[in-house]
């Protein structure tokens, strides 16, 4: 498709319970970024993938988060046992490059998680 | 690693022009976007500079000096619908996108 698409819209979990979101990447697009964004429009850079291989992790907590992209399936993010903290919007974008290309990367419309 | 810093909030006037600055420390400069993001919604691709000097694209503008690390977003005939966050994000080599945090502009009658 010509959009990024994310499900779901909205998420909300109680204190250690498990979320799972999923995103499914503009077709011909092999690069998938995650950025999780909190209070006051700070975008954090989580993980990204090249097709079903991870590019760059640097981002990733190393507990409690793992992500995946596996051939034709949408990606996913999930988080284990869920903290207060992990409340944020989660972005998910493609690309066809590493560095994005000169119209940078696309975004979904994001998954809200609430976590309670 | 980048530092990217840009205003909090601005406000202007409909039909005005607004300026909007950024600036940025980085190595391995490889590109500057604009993004506008409504309340509630994905950011949106306004602009992008990789070399010094102006870019256009109708109401928007957008500038990049590498020497000075700075770059800014002009918007023209300003209308409520520009009421939104504009991000400035620094591309570093080969390095994902990194975001300044925003600046969240009102335009008011």
């Known amino acids: 498709g010509e959009e990024v698409a994310q499900t779901p819209k909205h998420l909300v979990r109680g204190e250690g319970q498990k979320a799972k979101l999923y995103c499914a990447p503009i077709?011909?697009?092999?690069?998938v970024f995650w950025y999780q964004q909190v209070l006051k429009n700070e975008f954090k850079f989580l993980i990204s993938?090249?097709?079903?291989?991870?590019?760059?992790e640097t981002g990733m907590p190393k507990e409690r988060f793992s992500a995946k992209c596996l051939p034709n399936s949408p990606c996913s993010l999930e988080i284990q046992a869920t903290k207060l903290e992990d409340s944020a919007v989660y972005f998910c974008a493609s690309s066809p490059s590493s560095q994005g290309s000169r119209y940078g990367y696309t975004f979904g419309s994001g998954t809200r998680l609430t976590v309670v | 690693g980048q530092n990217i810093d840009q205003p909090t909030e601005m406000t202007a006037t409909e039909g005005a022009i607004v300026q909007i600055n950024c600036t940025y420390q980085?190595?391995?400069?490889?590109?500057l976007f604009w993004y506008q993001q409504h309340a509630g919604e994905a950011p949106t691709f306004l602009s992008y500079n990789v070399l010094d000097g102006l870019e256009e694209k109708g109401r928007f503008s957008s500038f990049l000096s590498r020497s000075k690390g700075y770059s800014y977003l002009l918007l023209k005939e300003l209308q409520m619908k520009d009421s939104a966050s504009y991000l400035c994000?620094?591309?570093?080599?080969?390095?994902?996108?990194?975001f300044g945090k925003g600046t969240r502009l009102s335009v008011i009658a």
């Open positions: 993938f090249q097709n079903e291989n991870v590019f760059d």
């Open positions: 994000a620094v591309r570093e080599g080969n390095t994902p996108l990194v």
């Open positions: 077709k011909g697009h092999s690069y």
């Open positions: 980085t190595s391995g400069f490889n590109g």
